[in-house]
């Protein structure tokens, strides 16, 4: 890190970033491939469906970000495609309605993982943007992943590890053998975009030349080719955004394919801003409820910690007799009373799936036994008489399906992250539990004691 060069010097960038993109009369969408992507916004609205008028509707109010959660992570890749040509197809019918311009951020990155490049082509084919060219940026800063050399690292204990080396490459869905992007866009496009085909704006451009090189960088790719960017701090973003803008104004289309923390910075807003939880938002005499579907090494160690230092009921779901078919609506009608009158009494509960991982002959059943779960916890929310103090969902189907199934949510306002990295919603007055503030805990942020962190903050 200290052989990089220095970071671009600028006054105030993001001002003048925020100051162009209010001139430009534009609303940010998110595509967003679970919730976790509202991870760095603050004050946004999320949907959680997509019809033509509910999507218009929003774009008239002309925010400055809005996300539409899909969840097409959880789906099988023909699923997937399907449901973004939907909402693709919305998208483009709502904007004609407002008559709101919008750019377009098909945002995934968990740690790389995700239907890629199927998504973003579906996304092109029905928002006329095949000629576009797609960034992509997957530097998550808050979460400790940067991009160097063309090479995406995890930052562990000082330590910078490429990610192709960590748990998540072994996805038996997502994974992947490559952690050099241009590398990895060839391995995941099947050789139809050559690593040597695929261009990069390098912390080189970022740092030593600044906003007007990047856009000549972007400005020089082909039409409907790839373009990785070097990315390490927020400054690096921000000289970014501020090239692509250049670049956008000449002309240039782009389609973004991003981490969360690019979000905000396209809007000109600060990138991470803490939401700081208030006593009269969590006023109750009422138990918490954290339920935990991730299965990832580090959910495992938070949830550990938080079972050994607090003082919390849990109920374990044991993923291998669900998968070998228990009966599931008497189990979960038990859960369900259990956690009401845990909640009631005022204790609070933890529920959380077995650890060992349960995984199919291929990855569409692997798939299936995640949406097996998913539904198995989903259930148990439904049967929920007792309103929780508040709510943590730990894992990104988790948390969607929760949301969506489980509370009914169609709109929520993301109030902001309670730590780096974990939003809080306030969910709508249609939903399950109205006014209900609602952690979305991604499973591979934070260290071990930020499960038990969170719960802290929010037990005011």
């Known amino acids: 890190m200290a052989q990089l060069p220095p970071v671009y010097k600028a006054e105030d960038m993001l001002a003048s970033i925020r100051a162009a993109f209010i001139k430009s009369e534009k609303t940010i969408v998110v595509l967003d491939d679970d919730p976790t992507g509202t991870q760095t916004s603050y004050d946004v609205t999320v949907l959680t469906s997509w019809g033509v008028d509910l ?23 023909r699923e997937a495609v399907a449901l973004t040509r939907d909402i693709g ?76 080396d960590t748990p998540f490459a072994q996805d038996i869905v997502f994974g992947y053998t490559k952690a050099n992007l241009k590398q990895w866009v060839e391995e995941k496009t099947r050789g139809r975009a050559r690593a040597e085909d695929v261009t990069s704006v390098s912390l080189d451009d970022i740092r030593l030349g ?89 959910t495992t160690s938070q949830l550990s910690w938080l079972l050994q230092t607090g003082d919390y009921k849990s109920i374990e779901v044991n993923v291998s007799e669900l998968v070998h078919s228990i009966d599931a609506q008497n189990q979960t009608s038990a859960i369900s009373q259990q956690t009401d009158a845990w909640l009631s009494a005022g204790a609070n509960v933890v529920i959380h799936t077995s650890r060992q991982l349960e995984i199919g002959h291929d990855q569409d059943s692997s798939l299936a036994i995640n949406a097996l ?73 934070g260290d071990e004691t930020a499960l038990d962190m969170v719960c802290q903050k929010l037990d005011l």
């Open 55 to 77: 999507i218009a509707d929003e774009l008239k109010k002309k925010p400055s970000i809005l996300f539409i959660l899909t969840n097409s992570r959880s789906l099988p890749e």
């Open 89 to 164: 197809t919305n998208l483009k019918e709502a904007v004609r309605e407002s008559g709101r311009q919008v750019v377009v951020i098909s945002r995934s990155d968990s740690t790389l993982r995700g239907h890629f490049p199927a998504e973003v082509d579906a996304l092109a084919d029905t928002m006329d943007m095949n000629e576009a060219v797609v960034v992509l940026i997957p530097a998550f800063i808050e979460g400790g992943r940067i991009t160097i050399d063309d090479v995406h690292y995890l930052v562990e204990k000082g330590e910078l590890v490429p990610v192709s």
């Open 210 to 298: 600044g906003p007007q090189r990047v856009s000549e960088r972007l400005q020089s790719c082909k039409a409907g080719s790839v373009c990785v960017v070097n990315a390490v701090t927020y400054s690096d973003l921000e000289v970014l955004v501020v090239g692509l803008m250049e670049a956008e104004q000449s002309g240039h289309q782009f389609l973004y394919r991003s981490s969360a923390t690019l979000v905000p910075i396209r809007a000109g807003m600060e990138s991470g801003r803490l939401f700081i939880p208030q006593k009269e938002m969590l006023m109750s005499a009422n138990g918490s409820l954290v339920v935990v579907g991730s299965h990832v090494p580090k």
């Open 373 to 445: 779960v998913s539904n198995f916890l989903v259930r148990i929310v439904q049967g929920l008489t007792v309103r929780p103090k508040f709510m943590i969902a730990k894992g990104g189907i988790t948390s969607s399906d929760l949301a969506s199934k489980g509370l009914s949510v169609e709109t929520a306002h993301v109030l902001g992250p309670i730590i780096p990295g974990v939003p809080v919603w306030q969910l709508d007055t249609a939903s399950k539990f109205p006014g209900l503030l609602y952690v979305v805990f991604p499973g591979n942020v």
